[in-house]
């Protein structure tokens, strides 16, 4: 059997830090960080099991925004779903949410299926300016502003961690490539580091 | 020669102490920092910038902004290289290298010059007239001849070196424009706490402002701009961008501007764009573009040194340049009087101010006290010189007391127009104002409203009382508590007179209305006489006011005209609709980021480079980049697509599937909403088996075709092809979420959790045994055809589906994206054994073709199931999507084209796709083809050319019988023969190995 080595959509992240930062830590007006594993699932709460899929995972769904538990953040994404990013990354978190809703809802697994780009920096905001149509003031959009859209022809869901502002940004697997193009490339201007997010470990 | 018109004093926007050193047209020059190209050659004593487009007369600048009509220049060079540019606005850097254009060999002696000998027959309608017979000459004589005069100045060859980039924002209120009204309505929204943004073309605010002889808050007018400009920079919720000019306004107040970052710098520093285009999304506007002055229709009032009175004020007092050292004023405002004060402050010569109105106005009247010989009642009826002006005749509007007045400058003031381009974008059809003599603005559609000189108001008090009472109006509307009423800044009242109407100056010569277009006061009357009476027709005949200037400083005099040949008033004659951009935008910035191989994004596989290292040609579907043919070296691109079709089925492939679309279906209803959305049934399928389905649309055509699995009770999995994965999950959107709410079912896109390989042909059992070990029993008993299992592969849940495509023994597996490279690996490592080829979407094709299998070739929209001879996999049991609309007439006509084969007859050399079947090869046409070659292979398996096709009454009808494939394109008619579409294995037996 061949040696396993789960590939990165971005492919070698030693290699993109080295080609990409030279600012060091903290001093670029921007810092991409690349999440090395997303461990994350598409909740569906059943039909009229909305309110009680999210009492029973302790979760506040009414506010449109990104809520946080002990174990994932639940983005809400449409009425009755969400993507939950765990906290934890343990293996096997969708099985064990699926577990614990107990028939109320269905879980897709999607932990392969996204990438996970976050900027911050002083200059995020206008960075993320350049490709989002959404309004990021921060009279309009703080710290758990979640929406999906649209940025360099490439579906995202924006999660908006704080007010410094930090943001994550989750996009399929296939178009990372491109999509960090662009965003590595409109950051240039602004001075940008790469950092690799390694908190989160897989499986 | 050098700055031989540069004042000793004066230019707020120049620095002395920066000399900038420039080039025109192969000469070198000397300018300050913060000169445009325009006031440098001005200040330089050079007049003569351009030729005009029609009549290649000698022109120099008209204008000081981008209104300018004339001075249109090729700015840098090589790949820099930018045509169309107005000098006006083109601001000065050391080394910048401009060109005049269209003049061959140079600008003092342009060869074309000579057009204005045959001028009396380049009038109006010239080209409609000239090049209509005979027709034979259309193409072959006159577009060559068209084209070689149309078009203006040359575009770079080589490859744009800069960046463009896109950019969005959003705020509570837009100001358009930075001269005083949009300073004041800056200001005092600002001062509410709204988001403002204000946007200004030029690179510095205060617009038609005169810094010092206006006051302002009892400041001189200079320093209160600067004042305005660092209190709005002072303020957060404030963001002034300068250099940006405001070209587009859509619906919903969304609005584009485009910045000009870096076209004022040698290039682009630090990763800099060059220009930056920006998408505004506010909830209120305030316009406050101001007007554009207008000329007179006089004779050569194209020479260069006539300019716009208010232009050659802005070059005074802006750069420090007297563009003439002896000037004639002609005007029929009081708006020149300001010229004249400010040429007399700088100590340049005013030779005369002549004034067409009769009754000498408070502000004639002051000139003349203060020693201004002012000439009431006169006005410029011929421009004399030769390249440049020398003198003006002048008369009373009755033709007597004509007098010749010697001068180097000529300013013309024939009235100003409010700027409506913006507006009228929206639709707002602009209303006449007599006393004026202007278009303004009528009652909004959007949340937008005009002030200042763009709403007619052209005393520097109005305009910021304005100003300040539209910014507040604004933020209001926007939802901002405005708090107490605040102070507008303030200015001394002046009186001014009205302005009278002054069209066409006595004269039979050449008076140019529109300068740009070469359009001339005779070419509308001309028009109107040959019976183009609508506005909209004139200007098309005529082409009145469509130069990339779109009229700005000769619409108005153009429809004044046309109303006088009507003899009807102005408002009777209208205007024509404004459209964006309101002035030229690069197509660099509109494409921004998506240019060359950026001009979309492209998907990846999981596996793409496991297809690069094995020498994969890869093919654009769609996005995705998909693995076409592995060649080998020496190998031609049909030989490799045989041999690896050959190979599959003689020992097995792999071959790269992760593009299929994949959809997760959950909930008790899963099944039901399955029975709906495709013709088959649903319910009866057991968990652990896979079935082909086929949906149409409500219109009953097909829409999309894969395989579906059933994993649990209440879980499917759909694959779709590639190209409709993206259309198949949005109509299930609609049919859940707008048909169907009841039903509990629910789903997502898996197509990137999952990625997957087919393995095909006689090994693929044992190869696959052979990668996953135990942790797979791959007998037939626990995985039948059509047989669906998950199994964990190295701590990831993987499947498996016994599926075939290509007709042999084959599967498909799917793992995670992260571990597509592995599952390769070990599948490409356990095959070594066994004949393991990598096949591409080519060999797909050819596979499929010899199994009869329909793809996006035969599913193009427009056949049904039966066409496609899957008509009995249509229930009747059910209802479903697209079901009744099948059943129309049309749709189940026996005569329609119907699935078939066609195989080539021996002695021709191939068949091509895109040909029609014809039962005469000698009466091949529209009405006799019998259908048409939908996809093609020379067969490795069938060992000849082979075909799918649609032909009109399918196999019941011409079963054996012999076609021809008419191809006029290659013209070509070769014979085929009429056979089953299952050319290979037709008995189905190899897909048990």
Redesign the interface.
């Known amino acids: 059997?061949?040696?396993?080595?789960?590939?990165?959509?971005l492919g070698n992240l030693d290699e993109l830090v080295e080609k990409h930062s030279f600012f060091g830590p903290g001093s670029a007006a921007i810092t991409i960080g690349v999440r090395k594993?997303v461990e994350c699932a598409?909740l569906?709460a059943?039909?009229g099991n909305q309110a009680k899929i999210a009492k029973k995972l302790n979760f506040d769904s009414s506010t449109g925004k990104a809520t946080e538990t002990k174990g994932f953040t639940a983005l809400p994404i449409a009425p009755?779903?969400w993507i939950l990013i765990s906290k934890n990354s343990a293996?096997g978190f969708a099985d064990g949410v699926a577990k614990s809703i107990n028939g109320l809802?269905?879980l897709?697994?999607?932990?392969?299926?996204?990438i996970c780009l976050r900027v911050s920096g002083p200059k995020a905001r206008e960075l993320m300016?350049?490709?989002?149509?959404l309004?990021l003031?921060e009279?309009?959009s703080g710290a758990g502003f979640c929406a999906q859209t649209v940025m360099?022809?490439?579906g995202v869901i924006l999660h908006q961690l704080d007010d410094n502002p930090t943001y994550e940004l989750y996009l399929?697997?296939?178009?990372?490539?491109?999509?960090f193009?662009?965003l590595s490339?409109?950051a240039?201007?602004f001075g940008c580091d790469i950092e690799i997010i390694s908190n989160q470990i897989?499986? | 020669m050098t700055n031989s018109h540069r004042m000793s004093t004066g230019g707020v926007r120049i620095d002395r102490n920066k000399t900038v050193m420039f080039r025109f047209d192969g000469k070198t020059y000397q300018g300050f920092h913060g000169d445009t190209l325009a006031s440098a050659l001005l200040a330089n004593g050079v007049k003569l910038m351009g030729r005009s487009f029609k009549y290649h007369r000698p022109r120099g600048c008209l204008t000081a902004g981008s209104e300018e009509p004339n001075a249109i220049v090729e700015l840098r060079t090589g790949a820099r290289r930018e045509p169309n540019t107005r000098a006006t606005i083109a601001e000065l850097y050391d080394g910048l290298e401009a060109h005049s254009q269209n003049r061959y060999p140079s600008l003092k002696f342009d060869i074309q010059s000579v057009n204005q000998l045959l001028s009396p027959f380049l009038t109006a309608g010239f080209y409609y007239k000239t090049f209509m017979w005979p027709a034979s000459f259309w193409e072959p004589v006159y577009e060559k001849i068209i084209r070689k005069s149309a078009g203006l100045g040359r575009a770079a060859v080589e490859s744009d070196p800069d960046?463009y980039?896109?950019?969005?924002?959003?705020c509570d209120v837009l100001v358009v424009g930075a001269g005083p009204a949009g300073l004041a309505a800056a200001l005092s929204a600002g001062r509410t706490g709204a988001?403002v943004l204000l946007v200004e073309e030029q690179a510095e605010p205060g617009g038609m402002v005169s810094p010092l002889l206006d006051v302002i808050d009892d400041l001189p007018a200079a320093d209160w701009v600067e004042q305005s400009l660092a209190n709005l920079e002072a303020m957060e919720n404030v963001t002034v961008r300068l250099r940006t000019t405001l070209f587009g306004y859509y619906d919903h107040n969304v609005l584009a501007a485009l910045e000009r970052v870096s076209d004022h710098l040698s290039e682009p520093e630090?990763?800099?764009?060059r220009q930056r285009m920006w998408?505004i999304?506010a909830k209120q506007v305030v316009l406050a573009c101001g007007s554009h002055e207008r000329m007179m229709a006089f004779d050569n009032n194209d020479k260069p040194g006539v300019m716009l009175a208010g232009a050659v004020r802005l070059f005074v007092e802006r750069y420090g340049v007297a563009p003439g050292k002896r000037v004639v004023i002609c005007t029929n405002n009081d708006d020149a009087y300001k010229t004249a004060a400010s040429l007399k402050q700088a100590g340049v010569e005013v030779t005369a101010i002549v004034d067409a109105r009769g009754e000498l106005s408070p502000a004639a009247a002051r000139a003349r006290e203060q020693g201004l010989r002012v000439d009431s009642g006169f006005v410029p009826c011929k421009a004399i010189g030769h390249q440049q002006v020398s003198s003006v005749s002048i008369q009373r509007r009755d033709g007597s007391g004509r007098e010749v007045l010697a001068c180097d400058c000529l300013a013309i003031s024939g009235g100003y127009s409010p700027d409506v381009h913006l507006v009228s974008q929206t639709g707002v059809a602009p209303i006449w104002r007599d006393d004026i003599l202007g278009f303004v603005p009528d009652m909004p559609i959007r949340q937008e409203r005009s002030s200042g000189a763009c709403m007619g108001t052209f005393d520097l008090a109005g305009c910021l009382t304005e100003g300040h009472a539209a910014g507040r109006d604004a933020a209001k509307k926007a939802g901002v508590k405005v708090g107490r009423a605040t102070k507008a800044p303030s200015a001394p009242t002046e009186e001014l007179a009205a302005p009278v109407a002054v069209w066409r100056c006595p004269g039979n010569g050449k008076a140019f209305v529109d300068f740009q277009n070469d359009v001339t006061a005779k070419d509308i009357q001309l028009a109107h006489q040959e019976g183009f009476v609508s506005v909209e027709h004139v200007k098309r005949y005529t082409t009145l006011g469509m130069a990339t200037d779109q009229g700005k400083t000769s619409n108005v005099t153009g429809i004044a005209l046309l109303a006088e040949a009507r003899g009807e008033p102005i408002p009777d004659v209208g205007t024509t609709r404004f459209r964006p951009p309101y002035s030229p935008v690069a197509i660099g910035a509109f494409a921004g980021?998506?240019r060359g191989k950026?001009f979309?994004?492209?998907?990846?596989?999981?596996m793409h480079e496991c297809g690069e290292k094995l020498g994969a040609v890869f093919v654009e579907a769609g996005q995705?980049l998909r693995p076409q043919y592995y060649p080998k070296s020496g190998e031609g691109v049909m030989e490799s697509i045989y041999r690896e079709a050959r190979q599959v089925r003689e020992t097995a492939g792999i071959c790269d599937v992760s593009t299929l679309g994949k959809i997760?279906i959950?909930?008790p209803d899963s099944g039901e909403f399955l029975n709906r959305l495709y013709i088959n049934g649903w319910k009866m399928l057991a968990p652990g088996k896979a079935r082909y389905g086929l949906m149409l649309r409500e219109d009953g055509y097909v829409m999309d075709d894969g395989t579906t699995s059933r994993l649990a009770d209440?879980?499917y999995f759909m694959t779709t092809t590639t190209a409709n994965a993206a259309r198949v999950l949005a109509h299930m959107d609609h049919a859940a979420q707008v048909l169907w709410p009841?039903l509990?079912v629910?789903f997502?896109?898996?197509?990137?959790?999952?990625c997957g390989v087919a393995v095909a042909g006689p090994n693929a059992r044992k190869i696959l045994a052979a990668?996953f070990?135990s942790a797979l029993d791959m007998s037939d008993e626990n995985l039948p055809f059509m047989g669906v299992r998950s199994f964990d592969w190295?701590?990831?849940?993987a499947r498996i589906f016994r599926i075939s495509f290509s007709g042999e023994l084959a599967f498909e597996v799917n793992v995670?994206?992260?571990?597509?490279?592995?599952m390769w690996?070990?599948i490409w490592?356990a095959g070594r054994d066994h004949g393991l080829i990598p096949y591409g979407t080519e060999a797909l094709s050819v596979l499929r073709i010899e199994k009869g299998h329909v793809a996006g070739n035969e599913l193009d929209g427009r056949t049904t199931a039966a066409d496609m001879g899957l008509g009995k996999m249509m229930s009747s049991k059910k209802p479903f999507i697209g079901q009744k609309l099948a059943g129309r007439e049309g749709m189940i006509d026996d005569q329609r084209a119907t699935l078939v084969g066609v195989k080539l007859k021996s002695g021709a050399q191939r068949l091509r796709g895109g040909a029609h079947l014809v039962a005469d090869q000698n009466n091949a046409n529209a009405e006799t083809s019998l259908g048409w070659v939908t996809s093609v292979c020379d067969s490795p398996a069938v060992g000849c050319w082979i075909g799918l096709a649609y032909v009109r009454g399918g196999l019941a009808e011409h079963m054996g019988n012999t076609l021809f494939a008419e191809n006029p394109i290659y013209a070509e008619s070769p014979e085929v023969e009429i056979c089953s579409p299952h050319f290979f294995d037709p008995k189905g037996e190899r897909i048990n190995g």
């Open positions: 059997m061949a040696d396993f080595k789960p590939l990165h959509p594993s598409q569906f059943g039909n009755g779903q293996p809802g269905y897709s697994q999607q932990s392969d299926s996204r300016s350049r490709g989002c149509r309004d003031h009279s309009h360099a022809q490439i399929y697997a296939g178009f990372a490539r491109s999509f193009h662009w490339h409109s240039a201007q897989k499986r | 960046s980039e896109h950019s969005h924002t959003h988001r630090d990763d800099q764009p998408t999304r980021h998506e950026e979309q994004p492209v998907r990846r596989t999981a995705w997760e959950f909930g209440d879980h009841d509990d629910h997502c896109s898996a197509t990137e959790q999952w990668a070990g190295n701590g990831a849940r995670p994206w992260t571990y597509g490279e592995a690996d070990a490592e």
